[in-house]
């Protein structure tokens, strides 16, 4: 497979509408079409977590949901003692493959084979 490289951005980050952009470049969607895949990707792993399952992204990493417990907390600036509800939190572990990409461990163009 051809090697993807991204063009220089003009952000430090990786927007939607830049994905939308890339999509349209590469893939030949109309703009519509691939501003409307890349919201429509992240309503689906937004809803997926939200209803409690977790999302698996092969050779990328996995969003998971972890429920946090009640704990005691402190306000920094008076050091009062304050309660923490329990609640849920999303967590990201990158993939061995993503980890290998990034630190260069992985020769440039074997990242998508």
């Not at 409690?52 to 946090?68: A, E, T």
């Not at 306000?75 to 003692?81: C, F, S, Y």
């Amino acid at each position: 497979m051809d090697r993807v490289i991204l063009p220089t951005l003009e952000t430090p980050t990786l927007t939607k509408a830049e994905l939308a952009e890339l999509l349209f470049e590469r893939l030949g969607l109309n703009k519509r079409e691939s501003k409307d895949m890349v919201e429509a990707f992240f309503e689906i792993v937004h809803a997926t977590l939200v209803s409690g399952d977790d999302v698996k992204l092969s050779g990328f990493g996995n969003f998971n949901i972890r429920r946090k417990a009640p704990r005691p907390g402190r306000n920094p600036r008076t050091g009062e003692a304050i309660p923490i509800k329990a609640r849920h939190v999303v967590t990201f572990h990158a993939s061995h493959k993503l980890k290998g990409i990034v630190q260069g461990d992985i020769p440039a163009g074997e990242e998508f084979e």
